[in-house]
Each structure stands twice: as C-alpha cells, then as structure tokens.
C-alpha cells in the first residue's frame, strides 16, 4: 500500500470508532490495525526522509564543485 492509502484506511478506521457503531471487540481491532498501520507510515516517512536527505546532500556537493569552478563538465 501507498501512504496515501495507508492514511485513507486511518481516516476510515477513526471515523467507524467515531461513529460508536462498533463493539469492543471491533474497536480492539480498529486500534491493533491502526497501531500496523501507523507503524507502516513511519517506516514510509523515515525512507522518504533518508531519500530527502541524500538529495538536498547531492545537490549541496553540485553547488560546492560549481562555486569551486568544478564543471565537472558542464
């Protein structure tokens, strides 16, 4: 699943708990899944933010070797 969806099934997961429509049991389930669920975005976010990183690092060393009048190139 994308975050997207991930996000979409927690809105959908709160919402049927908001509504008070559901038995204990239900509702023990809705929380567990939610807790996966959650567990699962911060995994997604904490790879996005490695990805961000690695690129704002990349492009720190491209302005470097330009502002040094390395090319490299170019």
């Known amino acids: 699943m994308t975050f997207e969806q ?3 099934r927690l809105e959908e ?7 008070g429509e559901v038995t204990l049991d239900e509702s023990i389930a809705c929380f567990e899944e939610s807790v996966k669920i959650s567990s699962e975005c911060m995994k997604i976010l904490k790879e996005s ?9 990349n492009l720190e060393e ?6 040094d009048g390395k090319t490299n190139g170019l």
């Open 6 to 8: 991930y996000m979409k």
């Open 13 to 19: 997961l709160s919402k049927k708990l908001e509504d």
């Open 49 to 57: 933010k490695g990805k961000i990183v690695e690129i704002k690092k």
């Open 62 to 67: 491209v302005v470097l070797d330009f502002s």
